[in-house]
């Protein structure tokens, strides 16, 4: 039986953001259960994490983003729920993208964290020579090194040199 007994807003938001992150890796992936991305993030407490960290470049962000996603790589693996650095690196925007960007709360990350990356932002970011390059648009299947060189890309193509990443997502719907 489910109790709401000592259940909170915190704990509330921290659950829907393993749901929208699960939702967001899981199509075609097998084992992603959302229980096991919302224990994923609690192994690497993400959340407190966050609390102690401020970033002042995207530089900042780019070193501790790297460690953050191979974190959740381990935790990840540990619940049997093996993840690609494309894949990490999605579930760790989508989970900061839902409790930290949507609401406004930290400029910091609202500049600075990086837009989830999926078929669509690949396919409408990229610059046109390399739209149609399989290894750049296979996000699913990214080590560290091909996240890097297609989030640049993207990034580079899109963006003016002091733009918030989060505006990368205007490349979701292209009109």
């Keep these: 039986m489910c109790s709401t007994e000592g259940y909170t807003a915190e704990q509330h938001r921290a659950r829907f953001a393993a749901w929208t992150a699960s939702r967001a890796i899981g199509r075609g ?13 609690e192994r690497v407490d993400l959340e407190a994490r966050l ?3 401020t970033f002042s470049s995207r530089k900042a962000y780019d070193k501790w ?3 953050m996603v191979e974190r959740i790589q381990k935790a990840a693996a ?6 690609t650095f494309g894949l990490g ?10 409790l930290h960007i949507i609401p406004g709360k930290r400029i910091d ?8 990356l999926d078929r669509i932002v690949l396919k409408n970011g990229l610059p046109k020579q390399l739209r149609h390059d399989h290894a750049l648009l296979g996000w699913t299947k990214f080590d560290r090194r ?3 060189r297609a989030y640049s890309a993207v990034e580079e193509n899109v963006l003016g040199s002091d733009e918030p990443r989060w505006k990368i997502e205007a490349c979701w ?3």
């Excluded at 690196?89 to 839902?98: D, G, N």
């Excluded at 990350?109 to 989830?116: I, K, S, V, W, Y």
């Design 173 to 175: 719907i292209h009109l």
């Design 51 to 53: 609390k102690t960290t």
């Design 89 to 98: 690196a999605k579930a760790l925007a989508i989970h900061i993208k839902t």
């Design 146 to 148: 091909a996240y890097s």
């Design 78 to 83: 540990s619940e049997e729920m093996p993840l």
């Design 109 to 116: 990350l609202l500049r600075f964290a990086h837009a989830p």
């Design 29 to 41: 992936v097998a084992d992603v259960k959302t229980e096991r991305v919302f224990r994923a993030m």
């Design 65 to 67: 983003h790297v460690t």
